[in-house]
Structure formats: structure tokens, C-alpha cells
């Protein structure tokens, strides 16, 4: 035989032996997890669960710890729901849109500035908001519960009016003669006993 040919032969005999090895190794260790997996399975499942829970219930309470620390600092508001209305008013006479949504309560804050940036940017002024409050709390009908007070009042459009439907390009008519339903919420805020403005 030649001496080549038979180094090659067992050099491939190497390599299959340290192959096939491998291979079994793997094996095993597959079988091995399957084995692991069958018997403690569910309680693996469950241990991950209950870790993802975990975290779930640190992350709401980190939220509702920090929401409740802002209500601890909130002092924007009046000691009765009129007088916040009035101080609402009053900003939104200023032009202050930053001080004018601090009377709304902290979670809406945001939301309440945009709001009113938007409105101001449709119509070049607040009058619309300022006329809305105080038509309801002059003549809506006032209603209190618990911490919440709300003017509710049925409103008669007295002419034909066109305004914008908001986040699109189309325009909604509002016929004379048109009755809708206003509301204005309020809440005490818990902690530092000022009203807030909730709704709208």
C-alpha cells in the first residue's frame, strides 16, 4: 500500500472518531434537557411567570408612586371647584396655556396643554375656551359627590356653526337650533385639597 494513502486513512479515522464523539455529546446533552424539561417544565414556566409578574407590579407601582408624588406637589387650584374655574379662566385671559392646564388634574396635564395649543393655533385666540366655561358654570347646573363636583348644562346653538374635527381635514356643521349636553368635572386632589378640572 502506499504510505500516503494510509496516513490519509487514518488521519480520516481521527477525524470521524473525534466527530462522531461530538455528536454523541450532544446527543446526550439534548436528551439531557428534554429530560429536564419534561419533569421540571412547568415549574421553569412557572418560576418565569411569576419573574415577568414581578417586574410588571414594580413597574405600575413605580408609575403610581410617581403620580402620586406629583399629587403631593400639586397646589394649582382653588379651595372650591367655581374658584379653579375662575383661576382657569383667568390664565386662559393671560394667554398662559402653561399655567392655564396646571389647573387641570396631574395625569391630564399634558393632554390639556396640547389641547389648547391647538385651539389657539386654529382660531389665533382662547376666546372659545373662555366662553365655554364660563357659559357652564354660570348657568350649568351644579352637582357634587363624594370629592367630585360637576356643571352640567343642555346648551341651544343659537346660528349655524362650522368648526374643525380634530387630527382630520374635515369640517363638521352644527345646525341652529342644535341642543348638545356640557359638562365640566372636577375632583379634590387627595392630598393638597385643591379642585381639579377632570373633564372636558
Known amino acids: 500500500t502506499n504510505p500516503e494513502e494510509k496516513d490519509k486513512v487514518v488521519w480520516d479515522r481521527k477525524l470521524f472518531c473525534k466527530i462522531s464523539k461530538w455528536m454523541l455529546i450532544i446527543l446526550i ?3 439531557i434537557i428534554l429530560i429536564i424539561l419534561s419533569n421540571f417544565g412547568p415549574q421553569v414556566e412557572q418560576y418565569l411567570r411569576e419573574k415577568v409578574q414581578e417586574r ?11 403620580w402620586v408624588e406629583l399629587g403631593k406637589n400639586d397646589t394649582y387650584g382653588g379651595k372650591t371647584p367655581e374658584e379653579t374655574l375662575d383661576l ?8 398662559d396655556i402653561e399655567l392655564a392646564s396646571k389647573y387641570s388634574r396631574v395625569d391630564q396635564q399634558k393632554e390639556r396643554k396640547v389641547d389648547l395649543n391647538d385651539l389657539l393655533s386654529r382660531d389665533g385666540n382662547l376666546r372659545y375656551a373662555i366662553g365655554f366655561v364660563n357659559e357652564i358654570k354660570k348657568n350649568g347646573k351644579k352637582t357634587c ?7 352640567e348644562q343642555e ?13 382630520t381635514d374635515n369640517k363638521m356643521i352644527t345646525p341652529n337650533g ?4 356640557r ?3 372636577l375632583e379634590k386632589n387627595p392630598y393638597t385639597k385643591v379642585w381639579k378640572i377632570v373633564e372636558p
Open 155 to 167: 346648551y341651544v346653538v343659537n346660528e349655524d356653526t362650522v368648526s374643525e374635527v380634530k387630527g
Open 145 to 151: 359627590k363624594n370629592e367630585g363636583c360637576s356643571f
Open 56 to 66: 410588571t407590579i414594580a413597574k405600575l407601582q413605580a408609575e403610581n408612586n410617581r
Open 178 to 181: 342644535f341642543s348638545e349636553y
Open 88 to 95: 382657569y379662566m383667568e390664565a386662559l385671559k393671560k394667554g
Open 183 to 185: 359638562v365640566i368635572s
Open 29 to 31: 446533552s439534548i436528551w
